[in-house]
């Protein structure tokens, strides 16, 4: 089954740094979603993207679609204490099936 | 006030018992699905259904039944069967490829 490989597992960053998650597949997605989950709650969706190299900002984050539509970032400017929390990309596929990676655990230290 | 609920928040259950996992929408969403979230394991699918009373596998549905009798509602029954049930339980809805997360529930076994 597809599968999407997200590095790294954790990031420990002072507030004010920027922070990147990555998420790499082996085959070429249709789509790629970026959810965030805090610490004790449960995922919320931030974007989805779908045009290759697609580039789309929110405030201070930025999201990425690589050009051959097999990898993704999630990039991160001067983090802040609310940024805390772990960041997943999902696959979109066939029947509306989403295949998460593992997800990265960002901690910022104030 | 739309949304996804989950009860209970906190389960426990004894040896040998089936438990059910309660999931309701009132989003008017067709797609439901059950994930587990283990630490480090990001989401992983348990069953998913498109349309009221077809349901199908997801990655790890063993130890797990569903049912799909009613467009809000999609219980999730954890059985004896399943030997490693400590988790904690995220159903969500999908409106188009985008799906919305109901605060989960965390099953512990006595």
């Known amino acids: 089954g597809q599968q999407v490989m997200q590095i790294p597992q954790y990031q420990h960053v002072q507030e004010g740094e920027d922070f990147t998650t990555y998420c790499n597949s082996s085959?070429?997605?249709?789509?790629i979603q970026w959810y965030k989950q805090r610490p004790g709650g449960h995922p919320v969706f931030l974007i989805q993207?779908?045009?290759?190299?697609e580039v789309k900002k929110q405030k201070r984050l930025t999201f990425q679609f690589g050009e051959a539509k097999k990898n993704s970032s999630l990039h991160i400017t001067a983090t802040q204490t609310t940024d805390v929390g772990t960041y997943f990309c999902?696959?979109?596929?066939?029947?509306?099936?989403?295949?998460f990676g593992k997800g990265t655990l960002l901690t910022v230290n104030p | 006030d739309g949304g996804i609920t989950q009860s209970p928040k906190y389960l426990f259950r004894k040896e040998g018992q089936n438990v059910t996992l309660s999931c309701e929408q009132n989003?008017?969403?067709?797609?439901m699905y059950w994930y587990r979230q283990d630490p480090g394991q990001g989401l992983r699918l348990i069953y998913y259904?498109?349309?009221?009373?077809?349901?199908q596998k997801g990655d790890i549905a063993e130890g797990y039944s569903v049912s799909r009798e009613k467009k809000e509602s999609f219980p999730l029954t954890v059985t004896s069967a399943q030997k490693n049930p400590t988790a904690f339980y995220l159903c969500?809805?999908?409106?188009?490829?985008?799906?919305?997360f109901g605060p989960g529930t965390r099953l512990l076994v006595l």
């Open positions: 989003l008017n969403h067709d797609a």
């Open positions: 259904s498109q349309i009221v009373n077809d349901f």
């Open positions: 085959t070429t997605l249709s789509n």
């Open positions: 969500a809805s999908t409106i188009g490829e985008t799906q919305y």
């Open positions: 993207l779908v045009k290759s190299g």
């Open positions: 999902a696959a979109g596929g066939s029947n509306y099936k989403l295949t």
